[in-house]
């Protein structure tokens, strides 16, 4: 089973920028992808961003697309979401995700298909 641990959230003003973090220990070794989804309040919880180590890609969300950045950090069991131009919509709880390879590039935005999640962290946008 492979833990995950989210550090970075906070209070910012829209327009500013924050950068998430996420660890992952335990089984780490059987993690190809790591991504992030978010709740909002009264929201489901929905994608915002995934990297796959094996096929060295990235997939975004529509609404994060050109504001957001996902990449692989060192050690390579850690991933990071860089968030700038940040607008109050973006408010929500952020959950790290960790998963297998998957089998093509649609999976990637379906909270299903992965199989650790860390505690969330609160990202809070005013106006």
């Known amino acids: 089973q492979v833990q995950l641990v989210e550090s970075g959230g906070g209070l910012v003003q829209a327009g500013g920028s924050l950068r998430l973090s996420c660890a992952a220990s335990g089984r780490a070794f059987s993690v190809d992808t790591m991504g992030w989804f978010r709740q909002g309040p009264g929201k489901e919880r929905e994608f915002v961003a995934a990297v796959s180590w094996s096929r060295d890609a990235t997939y975004y969300a529509d609404s994060v697309k050109d504001r957001f950045t996902v990449s692989r950090g060192s050690p390579d069991n850690t991933v990071y979401l860089q968030m700038n131009s940040l607008k109050p919509e973006d408010t929500a709880v952020y959950y790290c995700?960790?998963?297998?390879?998957?089998?093509?590039?649609?999976?990637?935005?379906?909270?299903?298909?992965?199989?650790?999640w860390g505690q969330g962290t609160q990202v809070t946008v005013s106006s």
């Open positions: 995700a960790a998963g297998p390879r998957m089998p093509g590039s649609g999976y990637y935005y379906d909270s299903h298909e992965y199989t650790g």
